[in-house]
């Protein structure tokens, strides 16, 4: 996820306080005292958190300190759950073609377009998504379900037919998942 950045935005007091014990934190922390500069950071880097006493910026990954003092321990170990929750996050997510898969909320979403998904959908989604030649049934079988290729079974065609009609229902997405001769894939 890369290294985590702390940015105090408009508030210098904590910043130095911060500043002197940077080398002991697990995070970078960073003065920004203009929008610019700050929509200019948060455009550069991925991993941040914005501390800021106001509630104005309309940013994500921002804590609003607005009710002052606080112990520094406390500050800090809120700063690291905020952090952990951003790489939960940012660990959860997929992106495949123009779709995305929440994997904590077992959704595929386009736009502000979300259709919820059984956890074989997710990972037979991923599964055709690592690999780009067509996946055959047995396959499947195999490394989805778990089945013996030997045992004769449409459960693989009869749940890729209704994830199709279900993705084409919610985006109209015929070709999000295609057959083949040999097999399904995802172009």
């Known amino acids: 996820m890369g290294s985590q950045n702390l ?6 007091s904590l ?9 002991d934190l697990n995070f970078k922390v960073v003065e920004i005292s203009n929008k610019k500069n700050l929509n200019d950071y948060i455009e ?11 509630n104005s910026l309309n940013i994500n990954n921002q804590i609003i300190f607005d009710n002052l003092p606080i112990k520094i321990n406390k500050l800090i170990e809120i700063v690291h759950v905020e952090f952990l929750k951003l790489q ?11 779709y995305i898969i929440n994997l904590n909320s077992r959704e595929l979403s386009f736009k502000d377009v979300k259709l ?8 037979t ?3 055709l998504s690592k690999i780009e030649k067509a996946i055959s049934i047995d396959e499947l079988q195999t490394n989805v ?3 013996q290729s030997e045992t004769e079974t449409h459960t693989v065609e009869t749940h890729i037919y209704r994830l199709r009609k279900k993705i084409f229902k919610t985006f109209k997405d015929n070709s999000f998942i295609i057959s083949k001769k ?3 894939q995802i172009k």
């Open 7 to 12: 940015i105090l935005y408009q508030f210098n």
């Open 15 to 23: 910043c130095h306080i911060l500043k002197e014990l940077e080398q």
């Open 44 to 54: 550069n880097h991925k991993n941040y958190l914005i501390i800021t006493k106001q």
């Open 88 to 98: 939960f996050n940012d660990q959860s997510q997929i992106n495949i073609n123009n």
């Open 116 to 123: 919820k998904l059984t956890e074989k959908e997710v990972n």
């Open 125 to 127: 989604i991923i599964y």
């Open 145 to 147: 379900w778990g089945y």
């Open 182 to 184: 040999n097999g399904y």
